[in-house]
């Protein structure tokens, strides 16, 4: 029993550092530990190292919200929360926004347990179909919000120029951490560059415990980023943001808060989904299960014991998120901001050539212009999220 808590422990603090410092993926530690695996087991078990990552994973999808709320870097899971985060935080509710996501978090997690039984049901009898519909359905909800636009035809080349740097970055060139560059150009140096060019302050964050964190009039957003999720879970390509993507499609966002606690829950609810199909299907849909695959098998005592180890490290989450987060909030605004773009801009330059190499920095600054284009041309950035979704398409198609 200690060893499973100390596994559990190490993968939170593990989380916590793959959440707060961009670039650092929780895909990265899982392929340091499966190449220390001789080592490490001398010390830990299988099912030791196995809570090891589902704590880090759980974790991290609760701490990566932060450098996307108030710095503005984002990583795949949290790139499209960078634009209504950066609004709440130029409000004074940046730590609003980051205790909608855990919210979202606490409340599809719930739900995740929950629906664990119709899930076993679903996938039994419905998996080989399910594939089929997925691309229709990018492709679908894509087109409608093209057409929502005003200026349709920016917002489609906005979309191919995105999905044709996706395709090529993450299916034509061989780069480490591609993501890094790609969403941090696309979504997060924009929004840094355009705060050093206007006048816009962090004010005095609204540090404040009134928002609940389970609330009744949020099941619909719970329910939605659950399901969501799901497609997360089963198909390869698909992540929270295309999830997201789809969620709106079947249902609008009321407002930002709706979003968030969307997006949120789709992120912690997906990892808990992806352990549960890959001891359903032995199929892994991260780089993570991927190591997990490679280490144990995971029979039903082992499965119940790394999704309890789920629920534990959903409180780690939640309580050093929202701790780490204070901190944010009340530091921010005491600090020029204009002077953190620049430093944060510069370390994502140094982190992208440290990580990806030069031409990862080619990729960054063809992302960043093109991330640029959206608000001069008054065109929304989610056409941006073009960067993933034809690469999906692409890769299904081949």
Request: hydrophobic content about 55%; charged content about 10%.
């Amino acid at each position: 029993m200690s060893m499973i808590i100390l596994a559990l422990m190490l993968g939170a603090s593990f989380g916590i550092l793959t959440g707060l410092v961009p670039g650092i993926h929780v895909n990265l530690i899982a392929i340091l530990v499966l190449s220390l695996v001789p080592y490490l087991s001398n010390y830990f078990s299988e099912i030791d190292i196995g809570i090891f990552l589902i704590s880090m994973v759980i974790v991290h999808s609760f701490l990566d919200f932060i450098p996307s709320i108030f710095l503005g870097a984002p990583e795949g899971e949290t790139a499209l929360s960078v634009l209504p985060g950066h609004d709440f935080l130029l409000n004074g509710r940046g730590y609003d926004a980051l205790k909608f996501t855990i919210s979202g978090g606490i409340g599809a997690s719930i739900l995740s347990i929950l629906f664990m039984p119709i899930l076993f049901i679903f996938l039994e009898n419905t998996y080989n179909s399910l594939s089929h519909f997925i691309i229709p359905l990018l492709i679908i909800f894509s087109i409608l919000f093209i057409v929502q636009e005003r200026r349709k035809g920016w917002a489609l080349i906005l979309f191919l120029l995105s999905g044709t740097l996706g395709v090529v970055v993450l299916n034509g060139i061989n780069i480490k951490q591609p993501l890094f560059p790609l969403l941090s150009g696309l979504f997060g140096i924009p929004v840094l560059v355009i705060s050093l060019f206007n006048q816009d302050k962090i004010i005095i964050q609204r540090v404040s415990n009134n928002i609940k964190l389970l609330k009744k009039n949020r099941i619909f957003s719970y329910l939605k980023a659950s399901l969501s999720s799901v497609l997360v879970s089963i198909m390869p390509g698909v992540g929270s943001a295309q999830a997201a993507i789809i969620a709106s499609g079947f249902s609008k966002y009321k407002n930002d808060e709706d979003f968030l606690v969307t997006l949120g829950g789709i992120n912690t609810s997906g990892a808990i989904f992806t352990l549960t199909v890959f001891y359903i299907l032995d199929k892994a849909r991260t780089g993570v299960i991927s190591t997990l695959q490679q280490l144990l098998s995971l029979n039903l005592q082992n499965y119940i014991l790394l999704l309890v180890a789920s629920l534990v490290s959903v409180g780690f989450g939640v309580m050093f998120s929202l701790k780490i987060g204070k901190i944010f909030a009340n530091r921010i605004s005491k600090i020029n901001y204009r002077k953190v773009s620049r430093f944060i801009i510069i370390l994502i330059i140094i982190l992208v050539v440290i990580i990806t190499g030069i031409l990862g920095l080619v990729v960054l600054s063809v992302a960043s212009a093109i991330g640029l284009l959206a608000p001069y041309l008054k065109v929304k950035r989610i056409h941006l999220m073009g960067c993933l979704i034809l690469p999906v398409i692409f890769y299904s198609v081949l």
